[in-house]
């Protein structure tokens, strides 16, 4: 049975969230008020275990936002996340698509542009994919009611790796690099406009007793959104790594945290505060200029948590994973806001910034 929080749960501010789950779902979740409690105001598409949603990306503008899916039949949709509106379906290799070509080699990484081509961000989305194997794709695809005469570019493919498996990726905030690492794959750094690799990190040393840990990253983020240079990383092996590519090629800082993976990473704003997610609910705050733990959040999660997601304008954090809660959380106290029960195990959270009650 699932364990039960007894915590009192105040409330949180005005917000909206958008989750997406294992059975390929869409719910929006919105609290309003100065204190409200959060609830479930629409739910988009069917559910089908086919097409359950493994990464998710979200332009998060005030105007023609615009939300990506990457599904697990290969497909990737763009849906308006002000009324669940389909605006394009793709797939990324059709050439390799085809005839399930891609049925053993997952989407593991997603991130939809929010600057290039901004003049056309209504009619054009321009994303970047990432596979299990290592296929990276780079490329543009026209929304609904584009002009017939828009162009969109040659998409740009490569490959990250020879072996080993991808599990996580992220670009930076100008969106012109990108890391990857993952399962037999150090975390490196490519330059988008290139398409090539700029870095790659170093296996840290054997420990005092001679004891080598495989290298397996579990998730990775750009700590700040002024510096691409500097990387977090988590590891099946409950560790925080701190990367600086311009000091060098080893971990600048390490920290381990509990005993289980560290299955999520998200920075704040400030540029040095990180929020993680373990595979047995543990979520907490670093200080990465030091390493030093801040504290835990109070009301430990039943299941794995996959997806964390900072408001970047309200001291709120969003939480979801495998025990199928949506948790908002103080980001200041640590204290859990409200929770939301959702029903299917959760993949991703992202919140939009410009939902505005009054509106």
Request: glycine fraction near 8%; aromatic fraction near 6%.
């Amino acid at each position: 049975m699932p364990r039960a929080s007894a915590l009192e749960c105040p409330g949180c501010p005005s917000l909206r969230a958008l989750t997406t789950d294992a059975l390929g779902l869409v719910k929006v979740v919105e609290a309003r008020g100065k204190v409200g409690t959060p609830k479930v105001v629409e739910t988009w598409g069917p559910p089908d275990a086919s097409r359950g949603v493994l990464a998710a990306s979200f332009a998060d503008r005030k105007i023609d936002p615009l939300l990506a899916i990457a599904r697990k039949n290969c497909l990737v949709e763009f849906l308006n996340p002000l009324n669940g509106d389909a605006l394009a379906t793709t797939k990324v290799d059709e050439s390799d698509s085809l005839n399930g070509a891609l049925k053993n080699d997952q989407f593991v990484g997603l991130h939809l542009f929010r600057t290039k081509k901004i003049e056309l961000s209504s009619r054009l989305a321009v994303f970047l994919t990432c596979t299990e194997k290592g296929k990276a794709c780079l490329r543009s695809v026209a929304l609904r009611d584009a002009p017939a005469d828009l162009h969109t570019d040659s998409p740009s493919s490569w490959n990250i790796c020879t072996s080993g498996n991808v599990t996580c990726s992220s670009v930076d905030n100008t969106e012109n690099y990108a890391l990857f690492g993952g399962k037999g794959i150090e975390v490196n750094l490519w330059d988008l406009s290139k398409c090539s690799k700029i870095w790659t990190a170093k296996s840290p040393p054997s420990n005092s007793l001679g004891i080598f840990t495989p290298t397996w990253f579990t998730a990775a983020t750009f700590l700040s959104k002024e510096d691409h240079r500097k990387i977090v990383a988590g590891t099946a092996s409950h560790q925080v790594r701190l990367y600086d590519i311009s000091a060098q090629r080893r971990p600048v800082i390490s920290v381990s945290f509990r005993e289980s993976p560290i299955k999520a990473v998200t920075e704040d704003m400030d540029g040095y505060t990180i929020y993680v997610g373990t595979g047995s609910g543990d979520l907490a705050s670093f200080d990465m200029r030091t390493g030093k733990l801040l504290g835990c959040y109070v009301g430990k999660c039943c299941g794995s948590i996959r997806s964390i997601a900072r408001h970047p304008e309200l001291p709120v954090i969003a939480s979801c994973g495998l025990d199928s809660y949506l948790r908002l959380w103080d980001a200041r106290t640590r204290q859990l806001l409200s929770a939301v029960f959702l029903k299917q195990h959760l993949t991703n959270v992202v919140i939009d910034s410009h939902f505005s009650a009054e509106g």
